[in-house]
């Protein structure tokens, strides 16, 4: 008797358990409606395509609503609406509120930033909002997405008019790839700050920016850099010997069309065996020598020294050590025969 009880309770309990989770998810899922459909409210004001007719909250489930993924559970896991033609200003909160939300895909819109700040239960690893009409400084402390989706390790904000970050982002350890490039960004307090505090970053692309002035930066502290892009940009004087020197682990560097100036030989390339892509075509250096160390860049694939003024011609004994070498740009330089 007592025993049958004990069981009745146990099953009674197992029951009991097994509805509050279906209820909790049940919840959860609901409030993804819900917030799915505060975002349709507050930051799309024009959907020309009509790409979301069909969110409405009449539903119960959105897993099915257009750019919709969702988890085995039920829970919204990505939002893929890039290049849908939508127009508004992007109030980042309602998005990242959903706490099962991984991947956030907004490219090729014409959003602009309405707030770019993030709610505490931000679980988002990859953020794609390049392509769009982003035009303020995000804020560089504090709110930004960056301080509270700490998880983030894919950020894209290319091709927007970002003018910087008040000198600084917050990069969480989690953060592998940062895209500005094709932005307006002037700041070069927010380069040398990112190369000094940039923990485990393997690319960083400010391509096509604004920023001038020197290259100050003392030490590289990323761990595992790989990829560092800084080619068209105003940026002058000359390379420190130390930034080449520093960046071990870097496969690809390109400081192309900037106004570096100084002695080539100078720059020490000793270290970078891991170099693959060097690339420093339209800079203003002198060859009164050549670097010597290049030679130790044994798997160099693609060297670009084109635009460059260079006058000495290079040693081929350095060339011939180059066995990896597929792709030698030298045009619009001043060599002799
Ligand atoms: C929206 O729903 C209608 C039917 O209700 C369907 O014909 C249409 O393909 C859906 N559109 C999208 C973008 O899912
Ligand atoms: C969505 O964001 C707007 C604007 O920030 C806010 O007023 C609203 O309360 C949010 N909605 C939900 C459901 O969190
Ligand atoms: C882009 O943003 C500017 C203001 O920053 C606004 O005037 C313009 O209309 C926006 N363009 C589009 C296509 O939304
Ligand atoms: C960032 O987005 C642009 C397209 O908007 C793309 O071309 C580029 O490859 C992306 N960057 C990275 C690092 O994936
Ligand atoms: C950096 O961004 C520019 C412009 O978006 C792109 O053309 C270039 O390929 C990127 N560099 C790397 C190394 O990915
Ligand atoms: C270093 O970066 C490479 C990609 O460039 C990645 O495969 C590897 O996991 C990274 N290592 C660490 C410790 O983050
Ligand atoms: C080159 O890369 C490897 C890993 O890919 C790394 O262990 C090594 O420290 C890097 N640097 C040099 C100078 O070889
Ligand atoms: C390039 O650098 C030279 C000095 O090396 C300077 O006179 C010139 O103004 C710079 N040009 C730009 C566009 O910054
Ligand atoms: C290149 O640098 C030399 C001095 O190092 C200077 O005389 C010349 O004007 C510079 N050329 C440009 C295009 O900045």
């Keep these: 008797m007592k025993r049958l009880w004990r069981v009745q309770v146990l ?89 099962a939300l991984r991947g956030l895909y907004l490219q090729g819109n014409s959003f602009s930033a309405g707030d770019l700040s993030a709610s505490s239960s931000c679980m988002l690893e990859t953020l794609d909002l390049s392509s769009n009409n982003f035009s303020d400084a995000f804020p560089g402390q504090g709110q930004s997405f960056f301080s509270s989706c700490d998880r983030l390790a894919y950020v894209n904000m290319s091709r927007n008019s970002i ?81 080449v020197a520093d960046s071990l682990n870097l496969k690809h560097l390109d400081l192309s069309f900037n106004n570096f100036s100084g002695e080539f030989s100078f720059l020490n390339f000793r270290c970078c065996r891991n170099l693959t892509v060097l690339k420093l075509s339209g800079n203003n250096l002198s060859d009164t020598q050549f670097p010597t160390s290049l030679a130790s860049c044994t798997l160099l694939e693609v060297f670009d020294l084109s635009h460059m003024g260079l006058k000495n011609n290079i040693p081929g004994s350095l060339l011939g050590n180059l066995k990896n070498l597929r792709h030698l740009s030298l045009s619009h330089n001043q060599f002799t025969a």
């Excluded at 049940?26 to 917030?35: E, I």
């Excluded at 799309?44 to 085995?72: I, K, Q």
């Excluded at 559970?73 to 939508?86: E, H, M, N």
């Excluded at 917050?170 to 000094?196: E, W």
Aim: charge should be neutral.
């Design 11 to 99: 099953q009674h309990g197992i029951f009991t358990l097994f509805l509050l989770l279906l209820v909790l998810t049940w919840t959860q899922a609901n409030d993804d409606v819900l917030m799915l459909m505060a975002f349709k409210k507050f930051s799309v004001t024009s959907d020309r395509h009509a790409v979301l007719v069909n969110w409405t909250d009449t539903s119960s489930s959105p897993c099915s609503w257009h750019g919709v993924t969702c988890s085995p559970d039920g829970r919204v896991s990505t939002l893929d609406l890039s290049y849908a033609g939508l127009v508004g200003s992007l109030h980042l909160p309602n998005l990242t509120a959903m706490s």
């Design 163 to 243: 003018p910087g970050a008040g000198g600084r982002i917050p990069f969480g350890l989690s953060l592998l790839q940062l895209d500005l490039s094709r932005n307006k960004i002037s700041d070069s307090a927010l380069l040398a700050y990112s190369l000094s505090s940039c923990q485990n970053l393997n690319l960083l692309n400010f391509s096509d920016n604004k920023l001038g002035g020197k290259l100050s930066v003392t030490s590289i502290s990323c761990k595992n850099f790989s990829i560092l892009d800084l080619s068209y940009n105003l940026l002058s004087g000359e390379i420190p010997p130390s930034f």
